[in-house]
């Protein structure tokens, strides 16, 4: 039976050092917000809106809560981004996505000031990761190094899959994991024997967005899985990507669904805007 790692233990101490850490910074003069703008009123977007605004209350750094009506134009909401750009005190600006269908996402990421892009999204954000240099990291992956590392898995060298070429998780995971010194391959809907492919990994990471999808017939003996899915099942419970029941009895260790990586996404939100506070002001 694989060993559960619990990621909301791990996303709370993680919490617990930004919350000393903020402190110390405080006692320096040195303070900051976290802009969370959210157009319409997606549920599943109010729930991630209000976990970012409640961690951002326990590490003690000021959130500024924007609550934009459905058919906000994009215009307006550029202008937005613009005038918080050009705001000393605030450190990190996020917009949280999906958006309405008549805002283009990538203009209004692309709009973010890199120096304050904490959800890592921003192209200058993803180039400088893909070559190693200082810059915000996309939060879902960067929380899945810290979960490893903090869980004693070794990364280096190892064989590690990852399933899904999203540019918010597969496609950053793969980076990451590449940078931790481990063999990487990207396999997505149109890979051709996913099931052999996905056997050989020591690290497999699903991050396909299909309910239980990923049985024991992916699963190598003892390798670590990974799940980044979240979603809702028929009886409304929440599930990931991968048949937990089943693989957990292969795996070595195995996210569970939910307070697996879910919870680290927003520790390592809040790790970026610490990071934001940190470093000299951009506006
Ligand atoms: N929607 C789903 N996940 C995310 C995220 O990590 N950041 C933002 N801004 N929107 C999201």
Known sequence: MAVIIDGKKISQQIKDELKEKVEKLRMEGKTGALAVIQVGADPASSVYVRNKKNACAYIGIESLAYELPEDTSEDALLQLVEELNGKEEVKGILVQLPLPSHICEDKVIQAISPGKDVDGFHPQSVGAMAIGEKGFLSCTPAGIIELLKRSGIEMEGKRCVVIGRSNIVGKPMALLMLRENATVTITH???????????????????????????????????????????????????????????????????????????MTIAMLMNNCVQGMEEEPKA
């Open 189 to 263: 809907s149109r890979t051709k024997n996913l099931p052999e492919i996905c056997r050989q990994a020591d690290i497999l990471i699903a991050a396909l967005g299909k309910p239980r999808f990923i049985g024991a017939e992916y699963v190598k003996e003892g390798a670590v899985v990974v799940d980044v899915g979240i979603h809702r099942d028929e009886n409304n419970k929440l599930c990931g990507d991968v048949k937990f029941e089943e693989v957990e009895k292969i795996a070595s260790a195995i996210t569970p669904v939910p307070g697996g990586v879910g919870p």
